[in-house]
């Protein structure tokens, strides 16, 4: 069990809790704004985009060259960028809070 | 080689050059053809626009036929944005139950009525029905109008041997009109209506706006969709063990999806017209020729996918570009996935097994390439479970 906080472009915050799956899977379900995860995960939409406050990056560890190259192009893309979709949600990411990118 | 299988025409000019050259009326085109480049072009839009002649970035050139400007498609940013946000909301209905349903109930019919038959020609007799009926979903527009698209034929649009040929594009464009004037004297909930209806920046859309987004709609949707679903049904053929893995492991549908689309590459590429003297791996671009973004190229390049030629339904990560990069992705990518999605399910819960009677493959030409995106013609026969 993780609790996942999400901050929206809004400023809207909402903590949510989830076992299994991807971020982005948790996110969609629970209708989080800016997470639309059109491509179901594999890495090919960037429409999961979050940032990740440098004291949880140990957390969720780096990105993959794959999807650094996919958030090369992204709007509003910086160094604590990751695709949501590539964090599997597990105890590690229990507490975390992401910034949703749009 | 399987009869299924979709070759890659492209591996050794991406190798070694990067670009592929092609002419077509006159006017020349470098193809981009590795993964890095095609994405990279596509996002910047500065050097390489969309808003050129409308017309000119389809391949072949359109500029002949057509002079209404396709929208969103050939605009660039700003403009472009503004006009996509007008639609967006539109294009992401088929999230919603009620239209997953119906589109589930579409699907479930063609499937039944394939299963009754001895033979099916997959182009004509499933998967364009299938297209058209699921596009009255789209538009919110009575299922009965499906007929009438069924009616065109899979060679409306562009006369196959003629690109110069208008009669053709004139079906749909006059098509096109007949509908708008409908919508304004009997305004709806349908798409022309909606248009009809928007503002943009004050004003709002005219009618050649509105004509030029359901132009794109209508053809953008068509050939594409098509060509997915007959591929998806010849791959099943040839593969069995893969809807058997679909039944046993639902849960990678949606990869599946993916990797289809990727492995097909229903649109093998788009053009841009150079708005400056430019280049793209090392070879000279001059301004205002153009090049084309080739989706189908990039999608086998080994540097991104381990074993590209082959597919691999629950491929993990896959930047596939099927539904191109950047700003003008595929706003109808979320109705093809969910028709893709919901025709695997029912081929996995209804179908056993499709046997392959004859095929013939639509092979374009490109230049010096030569690929094949899909069938003129394909005959199966459907085993019920
Ligand atoms: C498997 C099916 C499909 C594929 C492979 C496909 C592919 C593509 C590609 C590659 C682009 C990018 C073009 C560019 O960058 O210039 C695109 C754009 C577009 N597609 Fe699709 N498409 C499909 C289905 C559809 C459907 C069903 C519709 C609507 C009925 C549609 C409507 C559009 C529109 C409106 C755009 C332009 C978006 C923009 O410029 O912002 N497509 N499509
Ligand atoms: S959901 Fe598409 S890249 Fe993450």
Redesign the pocket.
Known sequence: MAKITFITSDHETITVEGTSGSVMQLAVKNNIQGIDGDCGGVCSCATCHVHVPTEFQDKTGKASEIEKDMLEFEDNANESSRLSCQLDISEALDGIVLHIAN | MKKSAIPDPFEQTRLEKGVGEMNEQNDPIVMVLRHKDVRRC?HKWQTFQ?GAQPGR?VIPSEVAIRDTRQI??E?DPPQ?GAY?TLVEAW?KRPLQEAYQAQLSQQINAIVDEALSRDQVEVVSEFSLPLQSRA?TL?LNIPYSEAATWISWGTHVFRSEDDPLDKSKANILYDYIDRQIDQAIKNPGEDLYSVLLNSEIEGHKLNREEVKG?MI???A??RD??I??VTNSIAYFADHPESLELIRKQPDITGKAVEEL?RYF???TH?G?VATQDTQVCEHAVKADSRIS?C?ASANRDASVFENPNEVILDRKINPH?????????????T??RQI?KTLLQVLAQKVQSIDLLATEDNIEEWGNFKRKVGYHQINVHFNAK
């Not at chain 2, 539904?323 to 003008?328: C, M, N, P, T, Y």
């Open positions: 596509a969309s970035i969103p498609f605009l472009h996509r294009f596009l789209l987004v794109l709609t209508f953008g949707g594409t969709v060509n997915a689309i590459a229903p649109l788009m841009r973004l989706w570009v099927s539904f191109g990069f950047s700003h003008h992705n595929c706003l109808g990518a109705h093809a893709l």
